[in-house]
């Protein structure tokens, strides 16, 4: 499978369910739902102590809203970073979501997930 030949919208319904996932799982401080999908280098450097402190130290990662809009995909090297508005259910304005996928094997992957 190559990714990176993927259009738009069928990187979108690779991603979305993706990013939900990270939604949910982060709202409720869900270490295995939210690293289910983590590649073994980001599974490496997101241990549970250290999202656990993200999450008891950042209000926005645990009231994310499930409504998100897409904004664009970014095709580089071997990865898409697929963007995304985010909102929250607690603070006002709008974040951007950045999620990076990639193979992992025959795998797609996360690579990376931030929100600003």
């Given amino acids: 499978m190559d990714l990176l030949d993927k259009n738009d919208e069928e990187i979108i319904k690779i991603a979305n369910p993706i990013w939900l996932n990270l939604v949910k799982s982060s709202n409720i401080k869900d270490y295995g739902g939210f690293t289910k999908d983590f590649s073994s280098q980001m599974l490496?450097?997101?241990?549970?102590?250290?999202?656990?402190?993200?999450?008891?130290?950042?209000?926005?990662?645990?009231?994310?809203?499930?409504?998100?809009?897409?904004?664009?995909?970014?095709?580089?090297?071997?990865?898409?970073?697929?963007?995304y508005k985010q909102t929250s259910n607690v603070l006002p304005g709008e974040f951007l979501g950045r999620l990076v996928l990639g193979l992992e094997g025959d795998e797609i992957k996360v690579f990376g997930a931030t929100i600003y």
């Fill in 44 to 83: 490496y450097g997101a241990n549970e102590v250290e999202l656990g402190k993200q999450w008891s130290n950042n209000k926005l990662l645990t009231s994310l809203s499930e409504k998100q809009e897409f904004l664009g995909c970014i095709r580089r090297d071997k990865f898409i970073t697929v963007l």
